[in-house]
């Protein structure tokens, strides 16, 4: 792989691509960036006191962005309160998704790290409510229609459930769901199909873990692979792996 071109002193949490080619940055922190074409990073939009997290732009050039006060820590008792905004292109809030009521909390989110719409116009959030003793966060997957009401959700009565990263397979409309060990396939409608064997798990180092999952336009899946050495800068890898 070649690097075609580097910023520095940038970092980001998640990214959504918007359809004049402007890229949208989410750095976990208030206010939400934009890199443009021209090589510039702007402030976009803030949602002080709240923290950005999940980020994603759907087919309507609309940006989907996770808020919340913070990951949940695990002496808490009441989660912090989250929720999903949308804005237009100029940065202007159209409307907010919260108040959807699950078993863990009277919020619909609590921290929503991860982002995705399907082809219905569903969205679908990871939504983190829970620290656990190793320092991984328990979740779930939460999917909601466009006018916020709450359609299903997958993982809150599993142990120690740890979604990491959702893609969305564009051809049947399948939920794929990365954890710490292994890759659920969901139906469109939340209904659990299967794991998604992929031979890397099976020879991955103890600091080694897969983070992140993308579709391209041929079903072709990406898995983004990075090792934690202590005291050594981080590194990272990808895996292109053809569904069959």
């Known amino acids: 792989m070649k690097v075609l071109k580097a910023i520095p002193n940038t970092r980001a949490y998640d990214m959504g691509k918007m359809q004049n080619g402007d890229i949208i940055i989410s750095v976990?922190?208030?206010q939400l960036k934009m890199y443009k074409e021209k090589d510039t990073i702007?402030?976009?939009?803030?949602f002080y006191p709240l923290k950005t997290f999940g980020i994603h732009v759907n087919k309507d050039n609309e940006i989907l962005v996770g808020i919340s006060s913070g990951l949940p820590e695990k002496e808490e008792e009441i989660?912090?309160?989250g929720k999903i905004a949308v804005?237009?292109?100029e940065g202007s809030v159209k409307r907010t998704y919260e108040n959807i009521k699950n078993k863990h909390s009277e919020e619909c989110c609590v921290c929503?790290?991860?982002i995705v719409t399907n082809q219905d116009n569903t969205i679908c959030f990871i939504n983190i409510f829970s620290k656990n003793e190793d320092r991984t966060y328990g979740g779930s997957i939460v999917s909601i229609d466009h006018n916020g009401k709450r359609m299903w959700t997958f993982g809150e009565d599993r142990y120690q459930f740890c979604p990491e990263d959702i893609a969305v397979m564009n051809s049947a409309g399948c939920i794929c769901v990365l954890t710490y060990d292994y890759t659920d396939i969901l139906s469109k409608d939340g209904i659990y199909i299967a794991h998604l064997q992929t031979k890397i798990t099976d020879s991955l180092e103890s600091n080694t873990k897969i983070s992140s999952l993308a579709f391209d336009k041929n079903m072709n899946l990406y898995a983004g692979e990075k090792t934690i050495k202590k005291g050594k800068r981080q590194s990272a890898q990808i895996h292109i792996f053809e569904i069959v």
């Open 79 to 81: 989660p912090k309160p």
């Open 87 to 89: 804005l237009n292109c």
């Open 42 to 46: 702007e402030n976009f939009h803030s």
């Open 28 to 30: 976990q922190e208030s």
């Open 112 to 114: 929503p790290t991860r």
